[in-house]
């Protein structure tokens, strides 16, 4: 059975995301700070991702109707009750003794959907049993990382159908990690007892003996990176529909559509791999227009309002995901806090659709921007 987590008070003046991240500050190690809030490099792209919602004005409506309004979406073939999932954020122990568990019972509770990091510190099998049982739930996905050994990666996606995941999110931004200066400052290691936990038992890559004039990084390290021919081959062994995730260009968006992928995640890692690559805010409606109408397309990065989630659907994203909003949640009061970051983003969310004029989430276009 899955351990169930205890129930936490929210600490007193916490009404927003922004105070949820300032409190979180005092209750997460300098270790795991870094590893949660820092960006790669000078964090330009970090910052950008935040500035570039901040930049976009709302255009408000009266005097519409709006009873019966809701915020229910369809995505790959299932409604929910509204657009907002968890992303995949490896180590969550990291931030509470409860870990994923905990902010899978929180997305079960506020019917979010989650993605579960292959590099979580709870098994794969036991979130799932904590969240598909609860009727109001969102959907459950898998995110994964290509591994070196390829048998590997396929009993992983195995796991992940047999266990009841719904879908798989491939992470195809990261084939090597970004110059993560506040990591490096900090000395960041995993501590004592937190691994990845469903990567246990992934044999080690094979030496590689490099000659003078060759590079670590592309003569060995990204030897086993995955490509699109990679892609294809996972469509072959898994039932699942597969979404990119770290879409970032209109050629790569179309391709991918064409190659048979069921989504895109507009997203650059929040900040983490490279640096100054532009806000995900500013490249979606480009993507959207890449994809056409039909291919559910979502975006993270900097969303920190319900208004942040309103412009996201107004510039062509069919839905959204947090990251470390969540885990900030997550680090001050367990379940209670992630589901305390998920309805604000709700109840904010509604609120402006109200003031905008919107009674559900297809009445949201661009004209609801102003410009």
């Excluded at 976009?56 to 109707?65: E, G, M, P, Q």
């Amino acid at each position: 059975m899955s351990r169930i987590p205890a129930v936490e008070a929210i600490p007193t003046g916490i009404v927003s995301l922004a105070d949820h991240e300032q409190h979180a500050r005092s209750r997460l190690d300098d270790n795991a700070w870094a590893y949660f809030s820092g960006g790669a490099a000078d964090e330009i792209t970090l910052r950008a991702n935040r500035e570039a919602w901040d930049n976009i004005l709302l255009s408000t409506r009266v005097l519409r109707r709006l009873v019966g309004g809701h915020t229910r979406v369809q995505l790959l073939g299932r409604t929910l009750a509204h657009p907002v999932l968890l992303a995949p954020v490896a180590f969550q122990r990291m931030a509470h003794a409860d870990g994923e568990i905990a902010s899978a019972y929180a997305a079960a509770m506020q019917g979010a959907g989650l993605v579960l990091s292959s590099q979580s510190s709870m098994p794969l099998e036991q979130i799932a049993q904590a969240m598909l049982g609860e009727a109001t739930r969102g959907p459950l996905w898998f995110q994964l990382y290509f591994q070196h050994d390829r048998g590997f990666t396929r009993e992983l996606v195995q796991r992940a159908e047999a266990a009841g995941y719904e879908a798989l999110v491939v992470t195809v931004d990261a084939p090597s990690s970004g110059v993560r200066d506040r990591e490096r400052r900090v000395g960041f290691k995993l501590p004592e007892g937190i691994s990845a936990v469903n990567l246990a038992g992934l044999p080690p890559p094979k030496p590689v003996t490099l000659a003078p004039h060759q590079s670590r990084m592309f003569d060995a390290l990204l030897t086993s990176a995955p490509t699109w021919a990679d892609i294809e081959w996972l469509k072959g062994v898994t039932r699942l529909p597969i979404l990119l995730k770290g879409v970032m260009h209109q050629d790569d968006a179309r391709f991918a559509v064409v190659n048979g992928a069921d989504g895109i995640i507009v997203s650059n890692h929040g900040g983490r791999t490279l640096d100054t690559t532009p806000a995900t805010a500013r490249v979606l409606p480009c993507i959207r227009e890449a994809v056409g109408k039909e291919c559910p397309v979502l975006v993270d990065g900097g969303i920190r309002r319900g208004t942040d989630v309103l412009k996201a659907i107004a510039l062509g994203a069919s839905a959204v995901l947090i990251g470390r909003p969540y885990v900030y949640g997550l680090a001050n009061a367990g379940a209670m806090g992630v589901s305390h970051v998920l309805r604000l983003l709700r109840d904010e969310l509604e609120i402006a659709m109200a003031l905008c004029g919107c009674a559900t989430l297809a009445d949201i276009s661009a004209d609801t921007l102003f410009n």
